[in-house]
């Protein structure tokens, strides 16, 4: 925006709002408002261009998820064991390509083993880089489809060859992720503690930009139960547990008291993720080491989704710490123009819509005797 400013320019390019959603999750109507308070105009068609691009390469991606291959299909490039995640421990690794397709004009790549998170239990994939000497790979997905990690690449340089490449995660986009997710188990814990043990997970969707958390529950949530949702979360980031992370059996994970996540296919052994005493999950997501990493949640809205299922969505980190700014920043705003200190401001803006409210009255009235004197006239001139 300074640069926009400087330059003389009175519009933002929707390729700078997207950059700052896609790169750094901040909103667009969050930018748009940032730079009114600048005197700029943003180009939302151009923005929503470059989004609708993206939602194409996502559905793209997703195609690879349902898509059941047979061994035909596949480019044998290396011999060998293949798809074991090692992403829990290392965001990067050497590692090597068994076998590739192409589909749809992008590449999918099979490797021996992988850093990459698959999009699974509403945690979207891992993006990065695989690349050696000769070759680069821009990883702008990752599915799974049966036993197989898919990476969706686009081949930036090179060819692909059987010597190793180092795969490497992009770190900043995964640790937004993380604490996405770990936030969503905390805000679950809360629902079900304010408004009730009925309370149960009936979908979500964890990105790096926010979170979005369905559940069951029979009415619209209200603001001060939102208030104390969101207040119950930051006490528990605030404590800055550490992450407990456990493999036990089904059954073992269960007798302990693990709520299960929607949708997920669980087998005879399942990861735990515990927060303190105040949250206790089974989960195969990628999670921060400690509640204090998700530095604070704010929630941006609730609505309804269908009958006796409602949605919260909501941010964390840099994005949430945004928010909080903004907020700041009117309240200042609101402040300077009513010459009133921030205990006094409800107060304020209270009388004055009540007296906007006697002034339409008393506008009302003034025109209904002036109609009334204007017909008498009228009548006056005609008698």
């Known amino acids: 925006m300074d640069n926009a400013q400087k330059s003389g320019a009175k519009v933002l390019s929707g390729e700078e709002v997207f950059k700052l959603y896609d790169t750094f999750g901040f909103p667009a ?4 408002l940032m730079a009114e308070e600048q005197g700029l105009t943003i180009d939302m068609g151009d923005f929503e261009s470059r989004m609708a691009d993206q939602r194409k390469l996502a559905r793209a991606a997703h195609k690879f998820k349902h898509q059941q291959t047979s061994g035909d299909d596949w480019t044998i490039v290396s011999e060998g064991a293949h798809s074991k995640f090692v992403g829990y421990e290392k965001t990067e690794g050497l590692v090597q ?27 979207i994939g891992d993006t990065g880089l695989i690349k050696n000497d000769t070759t680069e790979l821009k990883v702008t997905d990752t599915q799974k489809d049966g036993d197989r990690i898919l990476h969706i690449v686009k081949l930036v340089a090179g060819e ?6 180092l795969a490497h995660v992009d770190t900043t986009r995964r640790q937004a992720i993380k604490l996405n997710h770990s936030a969503t188990h905390l805000l679950h814990a809360a629902l079900r503690l304010v408004l009730g043990d009925h309370v149960k997970q009936a979908g979500s969707l964890v990105t790096d930009t926010h979170l979005r958390f369905d559940f069951n529950h029979f009415e619209k949530v209200s603001d001060s ?5 969101e207040m119950l979360v930051n006490r528990e980031i605030r404590k800055n547990d550490q992450t407990a992370i ?6 073992e994970a269960k007798q302990a008291g693990a709520l299960a996540f929607f ?4 087998g005879d052994e399942v990861r735990t993720i515990k927060f303190g005493d105040f949250s206790f999950e089974l989960c ?10 998700i530095g604070s949640l704010r929630i941006t809205s609730e609505s309804a989704v269908a009958a006796g299922v409602r949605r919260i969505e909501a941010v964390t980190g840099h994005a949430a710490e945004e928010m909080d700014r903004r907020d700041r920043e009117i309240v200042r705003e609101f402040r300077l123009l009513l010459n009133s200190d921030e205990t006094e401001l409800s107060d304020r803006v209270k009388a004055l819509m009540a007296e906007k409210r006697d002034l339409e009255k008393q506008l009302k009235s003034l025109q209904f005797h002036m109609t009334a004197a204007s017909l008498d006239n009228l009548v006056d001139s005609a008698d």
């Open 263 to 266: 949708g997920e296919k669980y």
């Open 97 to 123: 390509i068994r076998h590739f397709q192409e589909h749809d004009g992008q590449l999918v790549v099979v490797l021996d083993e992988t850093p990459f998170y698959a999009e699974s239990g509403g945690q």
């Open 225 to 229: 139960d939102l208030t104390r949702i």
């Open 246 to 251: 456990s493999v036990k059996t089904f059954d």
């Open 160 to 165: 692909i060859n059987d010597e190793p490449f």
């Open 29 to 32: 109507d969050l930018t748009r």
């Open 284 to 293: 195969g997501g990628i999670h921060v080491q400690a509640t204090g990493d």
